[in-house]
């Protein structure tokens, strides 16, 4: 009888109330379960192997003559404030990123449904707001350090010579050696990519990055270039949402191998390296040998070193 249906409404606001049905939604949750998260696992796994294989083949790197046993400052506070808020944020968002990604697969069957569901509340809360921290100090290392970034012709002569990695020496260099650019850049580069990514998903479909970008470059004629011919830019803005969550968690997993691989040097990988941005201030030698330019402006302009700790035996 027609009179004993209830009076029953949905509502449904915003771009994607348009969309009542969208057939791409199948294909993005499987390649979300299945290739993103096998390959951003091996990609971290390989990562952390290759680190390993690395020590074992070249050990610890050691100040070769030794410590001079006097300090020079390498890192004012601010810089490693800056430095810290970045490390520790990301730190953060990797592992309530990674949560979001996996836990469902893999803590659930471990803690069962009600506790993952606290963690997930608590790692999205985390993972929401701990941003914001990420994106500052993105902000305070890129325009602190960028003129020590800018690639210059002692870069050319340091990746010739491998970054002294094997062998003795080091070749010479400046506050930063091409490799520390290379972690700059990439985290300058992806850290953007992947806030820009994230705060789209943080305001859904309000922030549309992937139909204007595949406009612009069908308009440079890019995918013609490439033989793909016109590729279609119109999305539904669920599909919108969908890419940005692929580039979100695709452009994570890059910049978490790319600082596995900055947390191994600059902790177990390279005698002297943590000091930096410990206590800010390093030994004179470990500053000739790995930064030979940069120690000897910052000696002939502060004259002696300020005495440090006594000469290690
Ligand atoms: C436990 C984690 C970390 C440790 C122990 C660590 C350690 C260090 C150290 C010792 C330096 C100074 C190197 C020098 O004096 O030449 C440094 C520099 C730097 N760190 Fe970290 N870091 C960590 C995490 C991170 C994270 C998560 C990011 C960014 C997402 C980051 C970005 C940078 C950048 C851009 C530099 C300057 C370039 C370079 O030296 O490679 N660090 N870090």
Redesign the pocket.
Known sequence: RADALPDARASNRGPAAKVLMQDGGMWWLNFRHGPLLTYGSLLLGVTVVLMAIFYLIRGRIRIEHGRAGITIE??KFIERFG?WL???S??LLAITGLLSLAGRKLLIPLFGHEAFSTFAIAGKWIHNNVSWA?ML??VM?FVM?IVH?LPDRTDINWILKGGGIFGKGHPPAK???A???L??WA??IL?TSISVSGISLLFPFELTMFEPTLALLNDMGVPQLLGLGTIDATLTPQEEMQYAQLWHAVISFV?MAV?IA??Y???LGMEG??????SGD?DLEWARE??SIWADEVVAKQGKPASGTQPAE
């Not at 390296?273 to 410990?278: R, V, Y």
């Open positions: 390498r890192f430095h970045i490390a520790s990301f730190i990420f100090g993105l290392v350090w970034n506050k930063f050696n490799g520390q650019k972690i700059f985290v300058i850290g910049l600082i900055h947390i040097i600059g902790t390296a943590f000091e930096a941005m410990g390093v790995h930064h």
